[in-house]
């Protein structure tokens, strides 16, 4: 039976139960040292002079590294350590010493002298005329005629002026902008049209398991231990950090406290780990703890924002306008609002849309991918005001969604580009049915007391695979087929899942496959990285061309043996069998082995990465080789669907909001694996909740310093916050796109479960928008009780 | 013994914040010890100058008017806001703990209320500098000091209505008194009364922290000072001084032995006007002369 | 000096078996610290902003621990966990306010490791004093959270005295409504204090949150039999259903007969820098009827006179519909 479709253990499992599961902070080295970094007090600031000779001069101290020892990227990147710290929390050396509590006490007794700089904390002030800017080169990077420029970017007073008289968001002149159809035309189309500025905090990303990381080297070779989303990927660019060939580093990262995009491909600080270790010549371990990850940990960009929105009378959206001023934090580039402005042309299809948008540098924490980035964003933020077009118009709330959702051939966003499939309608269906809609708004308004009932949809699309990698497989004289995976295992199973591909197509039983994962040491093929949503699709096409590459060589190694045709060999139930009898794959492996060439991986196909290429090598006479590159076509890009249905419980009185009903319905192709869909579908909105109704970051705006930097703080969502019962629904139509027909389905549930609250509060109010993520009771009782919001209208970090 | 308290700011960088309330402790000891020291000195070691019967130069009514009943008036009034002043803000420092600060500020306003019209009534209709110490009274000040170090006899030199000791007194007493007026006046900007809301960003913080230093520094050389003060107004010798500041008046007697007619001329200021008695506090020059 | 949080410096521990020994230490050392479930004296050392040189820790104290019958009413050792509160019949029957507030503090763990002691002694959640500001409560001469700008969505909206945090203890607002006592021991002998005059407000003493002075040890509540068995309302706002303190919580203890409230005895938390007894409400619903009417009208009274902040308008109606509710006898 195909391995496909159903509920398997992963092999992690044993030993995530058990606690035998090694993460980052469990290994051990002879003669180990512990590392503390010295963390940024001020939001922008430069080092006037630092003096840690008293610090070095404790017993027990071992070394320090500062930022001229680490690689200096050009601006806007980012370096492990810097003396110009562009956020509070930000690391500007690290101490090593034979404990903790000795490196901590050291550094104390560092002395640092620091000039504050210029900080901006809200994007808005960095507008603003005369406003700071968040970086010396400026508050905005463009890509210019000659190049990437900076630019110390301001709009007019009147701007300001107008927008507070009017009282929406200030709109100067965008540095993005993008648009289709002729918006005019649309608005005057429109029998409904409503404007509204929104606010949507940014996150952190507060993974369970912090960036800790241990590293030591032998004989020029760095080892590093550490927590990542990518193993292959990781190993990469720490070698790339570090100066090295990836033969000289080693990589092990078997098991990962989840990453949300926020350790893609690892984490910056593990250069510290490398160089420290190498500088004082001993193992170092660095424990990251909930107070450093709050500020290294990464985050989601905040959206300041406005939109006008067009519907005709049946419910059709005709033009969509989209601003929005992105908080970007001081280094790279997120892209969160663009892929807002592509994910709403996306999913309501307007007839005309024009996107204006701009990122500014910040003095907040480094922004980086959080699950579906930007696309979580806008979905909570927009689809309260598609629902109050709905009850405005009279149009049933599921429907307004399946009138503007896009067909399999539908245009998107600025190139006009087309999805591989979209089953949305098919998607929505499904929940609405296990969700029991039609029932279930039938509750929307009821009172209970002082309760009043909100019934809330919300629809999240995003990008759910790539292609091109290339998948690594070996049977040994054991008989076994050993999938070597790139990718990480950050607990979504999908290092397990996607070696499906490759035992199904081999007629394998799961117990005949052992997958080989997190350890470069144990050699990887050349990977996706481990986000985006794009695992279950790539690597499923790699596994499945891999493992068509190992058919096809299994079927010629039995006829060199057995004599006939390799053609008319049969791969099925671990043998293979045809014209002159059958061989079973330990034989196999070991006639490949004898055989040499490509068999048993001397030669290698061309068109393989050159990562695979060394990797293969290394494996090359161990066994019967299957390595290949996914060829396969792939038109189109790939987007994965959810939508979210939910019920609330609204105390009018307090603006308490309890969360009682919540199903999930995906459409993400084949399901592969439906405990680990359930997984995901709940799991990412569970995310959602939080974003929703209670996470958030809240700065100081005189001194720049954050408050929610611990997880009480921060308030991501607890176990009480979940609703006792959750559901989920998948429309299960493979995507055409793909021989497997699965598509990814890490990010949408996010917006899923964010949009489904919000709009579910959004009912519960009758239809109001509050127009601000989190929608907290404080923010919901002053509109339940007519009293001033205890946020201006753009307030962000509040 | 720390002296001033400092902490990091949210920066990290270390600000002050105020004086260490060890200072308190500091300041109450020197004001015993120089009572203490004092008294001993007087009761043993002072020598004392032969008393010079002086001749009236003229007529000098049974009762001399010292202090005015506005004078007097204002100089308990203040004696009040000050003692006030001091315990809302000591006692709880040392423990007895109690409501303070909105007693302690109007308390404060009321102080500046009555220097106000101290400073403008001694200008316009006192003779001003009467109780501020010249160039000359410095000298002296200095042959008095060179005469009691080398323990020679001090020649009893009657003054003026105020004496050199009772002014420079009058005088040190003014500049901590007016340290305390403005920084506390400044300090109200960072409390919240019932005509404004605190507004703690009015100064930076290290400038606050001066500003705390400074008042609580000037606050506890109050308080050695007003323990100088209290214990002069008890001295049996001085009790005169103490008595006309509640009655008003002094004795013939006293008048003679104590002042240069030539130098307080009865009957030559304006009825009334002499009142204040030039006390820039409660700390009253009259009456702590240090003989 | 540089500034490192999250990770705790050393200390000399010291584990008394009895209350005399633990008096004996703190009497004999400066800088001391005494710990109970240290749920939130940890917090205060792994930053390093907080740092005793001695640490009295009190787990092996048995006389503090356990509830027993005392009077009509009972004592509860202040070193009883919240979940041993929460689990005991005579607590649960006839002072079920203090077993539902109890109930709903933080997370089971917490519950399991945190002290009825600790809990009403808990130190203000205010996160810029938390931050390690040289704020007033820290000894300094600002109030950060204060400011027009300032984040103090959680601060106080009355009670304010420079200092504008709140009191974070859900237990507190349950025992001063049940008119519990509080019994103090130090060298110089035991004091006793009724629960609402335990906390201390920053008009009087802005560094701390209740009378205990160094040296001091809370070794029992006594709560008396007054009002047990009497109709309690227990309930707190927060953004989160777990882990979070509340935004504002009431207490109530109320006597009806026929539908008339006859007494009753009515706190609030997290809206002042102590829980606030309100004796006005008490004397205003005296034989009225407990309806939503009464309810507004204790609530309207309750919330007389708030002051709130830039960020935290909301707790005055928040504060005055959770009074309302107690009032009109909704079931908890
Ligand atoms: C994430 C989180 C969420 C929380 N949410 C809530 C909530 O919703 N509601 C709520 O009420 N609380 C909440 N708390 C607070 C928690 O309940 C208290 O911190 C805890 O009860 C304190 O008890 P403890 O025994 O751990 O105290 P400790 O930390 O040991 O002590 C607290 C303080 O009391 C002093 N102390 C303790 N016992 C004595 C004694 N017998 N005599 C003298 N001094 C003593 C200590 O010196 C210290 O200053 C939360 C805490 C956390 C960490
Ligand atoms: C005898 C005179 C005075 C003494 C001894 C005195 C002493 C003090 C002391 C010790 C404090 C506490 C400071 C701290 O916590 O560091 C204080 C606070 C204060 N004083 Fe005074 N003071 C005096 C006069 C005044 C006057 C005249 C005013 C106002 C006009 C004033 C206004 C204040 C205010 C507003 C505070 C509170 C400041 C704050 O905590 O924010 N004081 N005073
Ligand atoms: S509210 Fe109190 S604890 Fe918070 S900053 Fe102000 S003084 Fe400090």
Redesign the interface.
């Known amino acids: 039976m195909a391995l496909i479709g159903q509920d398997i253990s992963p092999p992690d499992l044993r030993a995530k139960v058990t606690g035998r599961a090694r993460y980052a902070e469990d290994f051990r080295a002879e003669g180990m040292v512990f590392a503390?970094l010295?963390?940024s007090?001020?939001p922008h600031?430069r080092v006037r002079s630092l003096d840690a000779s008293r610090a070095l001069a404790m017993p027990g101290v071992l070394g320090i590294l500062r930022a001229s020892e680490v690689n200096q990227p050009d601006a806007p990147g980012e370096a492990a350590l810097t003396d110009e710290p562009k956020y509070v929390g930000e690391p500007i050396l690290a101490l090593a010493a034979v404990d903790?509590?000795t490196?901590?006490?050291a550094?104390?007794?560092?002395?640092?002298d620091?000039e504050?700089l210029p900080f901006a904390i809200d994007p808005l002030d960095s507008l603003r005329p005369g406003g700071p800017d968040a970086r010396l080169e400026g508050n905005v990077r463009r890509f210019g005629e000659s190049g990437p420029e900076w630019d110390s970017l301001k709009w007019p007073q009147s701007e300001f002026d107008a927008a507070e008289a009017e009282g929406r968001l200030p709109m100067g002149p965008p540095e993005d902008e993008w648009s289709h159809g002729d918006l005019d035309a649309a608005f005057a189309d429109a029998d409904y049209v409503l404007e509204d500025t929104i606010v949507h905090q940014s996150l952190t990303h507060h993974p369970m398991e912090p960036r800790s990381s241990m590293a030591y080297w032998e004989d020029g070779r760095c080892y590093l231990y550490g927590s990542t989303q990518s193993t292959q990927r990781t190993h990469q660019a720490l070698a790339g950090q570090l100066g090295l060939e990836p033969d000289d580093v080693v990589f092990v990262g078997q098991y990962c406290g989840g990453g949300f995009g926020s350790k893609i491909a690892g984490a910056t600080i593990y250069q510290v780990t490398a160089l420290l270790a190498r500088k004082i010549q001993r193992p170092v371990m660095m424990r990251i703890?909930?107070?450093?990850e709050n500020y290294i940990g990464r985050a989601r960009p905040g959206f300041q924002a406005w939109t006008k929105m067009g519907f005709r009378s049946d419910g059709k959206i005709t033009g969509i306008d989209l601003y929005i001023v992105q908080d970007h934090g001081p280094y790279g580039r997120s892209g969160d609002y663009n892929t807002a402005g592509a994910v709403t042309d996306l999913m309501y299809q307007p007839d005309a849309m024009r996107f204006r948008g701009l990122t500014l540098y910040t003095n907040t924490p480094p922004r980086a991918a959080q699950r579906a980035p930007g696309g979580a964003q806008i979905v909570a933020m927009l689809e309260p005001l598609v629902d109050k077009a709905a009850r405005e118009l009279g149009i049933d709330r599921v429907e307004i969604r399946k009138i503007n959702a896009p067909t399999h051939d539908s245009e998107f966003g600025p190139q006009r580009a087309t999805t591989t499939s979209a089953f949305v309608r098919e998607a929505i269906d499904a929940g609405a049915a296990q969700f029991d809609w039609a029932g279930k708004q039938a509750l929307s308004g009821q009172r209970n007391?002082?309760k009043v009932t909100g019934v809330g949809v919300g629809l999240s699309p995003y990008v759910g695979g790539s292609s091109g990698f290339d998948g690594l497989l070996l049977i040994r004289p054991d008989g076994k087929l050993y999938i070597h995976q790139g990718i990480g295992n950050l607990g979504t199973h999908s290092m397990a899942d996607t070696a499906r591909a490759a035992a199904d197509e081999l007629g394998l039983e799961w117990d005949d496959c052992a997958v080989i994962w997190g350890d470069s040491s144990q050699h990887h093929p050349y990977s996706a990285v481990q986000a985006g949503s794009q695992t279950i699709h790539a690597h499923t096409r790699a596994n499945y061309a891999a493992a068509l590459d190992m058919k096809r060589k299994l079927q010629e190694v039995a006829a060199a043996a057995l004599g006939g045709a390799a053609s008319a060999y049969r791969v099925e139930g671990a043998r293979v069998t045809g014209p002159g009898g059958s061989m079973g794959f330990a034989q196999a492996a070991e006639r490949a082995i004898a055989m040499g060439g490509e068999y048993s991986g001397q030669e290698l196909p061309e068109d393989i990465n050159n990562y695979t290429r060394g990797s293969a090598t290394q494996l090359a006479g161990q066994g019967l080789m299957g390595v290949a590159r996914d060829n396969f076509s792939h038109e189109g890009s790939t987007w994965s669907w959810v939508v979210g249905f939910a019920v609330v419980e609204l105390d009018t009185?307090?603006?308490?909001v309890?969360l009682v009903d919540y199903t999930g319905s995906a459409d993400c192709g084949v399901v592969v694996h439906p405990r680990s869909l359930a997984a995901q579908i709940h799991g990412g909105s569970v995310q959602g909740f939080g974003q929703a109704?209670?996470q958030k970051w809240?700065?100081?705006?005189?001194?720049g310093?954050p408050?929610a930097h611990r997880?009480?703080?921060a308030?991501p969502?607890?176990?009480?916050?979940v609703p006792l019962s959750m559901d989920w629904a998948a429309a299960g139509e493979p995507d055409p796109q793909t021989p497997i027909g699965a598509k990814g389905i890490g990010e949408p549930p996010v917006g899923a479960g964010s949009a489904a609250v919000t709009s579910a509060i959004a009912d519960a109010l009758g239809g109001r928008c509050l127009c601000r993520i989190p929608l907290?009771?404080?923010v919901i009782?002053?509109e339940l009780?007519g009293?001033?919001q205890?946020?201006a209208l753009t307030e962000i970090h509040? | 013994m720390e002296i001033l308290r400092t902490a990091p700011n949210?920066?990290?960088?270390e600000v002050l914040v105020g004086v260490a309330w060890d200072l308190l402790w500091a300041a109450a000891i020197a004001g015993f010890v120089f009572v203490v020291g004092h008294h001993l000195y007087v009761w043993i070691m002072a020598p004392k100058a032969p008393k010079t019967a002086p001749e009236p130069a003229q007529e000098v009514p049974e009762r001399v008017e010292r202090h005015s009943q506005a004078s007097r008036t204002f100089h308990w009034l203040m004696a009040a806001t000050m003692l006030t002043l001091l315990v809302t803000a000591f006692f709880p420092v040392i423990g007895v703990q109690f409501a303070w600060v909105t007693i302690h500020w109007i308390a404060g306003i009321v102080l500046t209320l009555l220097i106000i019209w101290h400073i403008i009534h001694a200008s316009t209709k006192q003779d001003f500098w009467s109780v501020w110490t010249g160039a000359k009274e410095i000298g002296q000040a200095f042959q008095a000091a060179g005469k009691f170090l080398r323990r020679q006899p001090a020649k009893e030199e009657r003054s003026g209505k105020y004496p050199l000791d009772q002014r420079a007194y009058h005088n040190a007493v003014t500049l901590v008194s007016l340290g305390v007026i403005v920084t506390g006046i400044l300090m109200m900007v960072g409390v919240d009364t019932w005509f404004w809301a605190s507004n703690p960003?009015f100064l930076s913080d290290s400038t606050w922290g001066l500003v705390f230093v400074l008042h609580g520094l000037c606050g506890v050389v109050l308080v050695t000072m007003v323990i100088a003060h209290v214990y002069f107004a008890i001295r049996p010798e001085k009790r005169w001084m103490t008595r006309s500041m509640i009655k008003g008046w002094i004795t013939r007697e006293e008048y003679l032995e104590h002042y240069d007619p030539d130098l307080w001329k009865l009957g030559t200021e304006p009825a009334g006007a002499e009142l204040a008695g030039g006390s820039a506090s409660s700390a009253d020059p009259d009456g702590v002369v240090p003989a | 000096?540089?500034?490192?949080?999250?990770?705790?410096?050393?200390f000399e521990l010291f584990q008394p078996t009895s209350v005399d020994e633990a008096l004996d230490v703190l009497e004999r050392h400066d800088n001391t610290w005494v710990l109970a479930g240290g749920l939130d004296s940890m917090d205060w050392f792994k930053?390093?902003i907080k740092r005793p040189d001695v640490v009295v820790e009190l787990g092996s104290v048995s006389e503090l621990t356990g509830i027993r019958a005392s009077g009509d009413g009972l004592e509860i050792g202040a070193m009883t966990s919240l979940r041993d509160v929460v689990a005991n019949e005579d607590v649960r029957s006839r002072f079920g306010l203090l077993a539902d507030a109890a109930a709903q503090v933080a997370?089971p763990q917490i519950r399991n490791q945190g002290t009825l002691g600790g809990n009403l002694i808990q130190d203000t959640r205010c996160?810029?004093y938390r931050?390690g500001w040289p704020c007033y409560r820290a000894g300094g001469n600002i109030c950060?959270a204060g400011?027009p700008?300032?984040?103090n969505?959680e601060h106080a909206v009355t009670g304010q005295s420079r200092c504008v945090a709140v009191n974070g203890a859900d237990t507190a607002g349950a025992l001063v409504a049940l008119g519990a006592q509080m019994l103090v021991r130090s060298a110089g002998g035991e004091r006793v204090y009724e629960a609402e005059d335990f906390f201390v407000g920053p008009e009087i003493d802005i560094e701390r949150m209740t009378v205990l002075e160094p040296g001091d040890l809370l070794t029992h509540v006594h709560i008396p039999g007054d009002w047990a068995g009497a109709r309690f309302y227990w309930?707190t706002?927060?953004?989160?259903?777990?882990?979070?303190w509340a935004?504002a919580s009431v207490a109530a203890a109320i006597v009806e007969s026929n539908g008339t409230i006859e007494r009753a005895r009515i706190a609030i938390n997290g809206v002042a820098p102590t829980p606030v007894r309100l004796t006005d409400v008490e004397d205003l619903i005296q034989g009225m009827p407990a309806n939503d009417d009464t309810g507004m009208a204790a609530g309207e009274l309750a919330t007389r006179g708030f002051k709130p902040l830039r960020?935290?308008?909301?707790?005055?109606?928040?504060a005055r519909?959770?009074v309302?509710?107690a009032v009109r006898g909704?079931m908890a």
């Open positions: 503390k010295l963390l007090p001020m600031a903790e509590t490196a901590a006490d550094i104390e007794l560092i002395d640092i620091l504050p703890n909930r107070y450093e007391g002082t009185e307090t603006g308490d309890v109704r209670s809240v700065y100081d705006p005189k001194w310093v408050f997880l009480y703080t308030r969502p607890g176990i009480l916050d907290t009771t404080d009782l002053a009780e009293r001033a205890p946020h509040s | 949210p920066w990290g960088q960003y | 000096m540089a500034v490192i949080r999250d990770m705790m410096p050393a930053d390093r997370t996160w810029y931050g950060y400011t700008r300032s984040m969505r309930e706002a927060r953004d989160r259903k777990s882990w979070d935004l960020h935290n308008d909301y707790k005055v109606p928040l519909n959770l309302r509710r909704d």
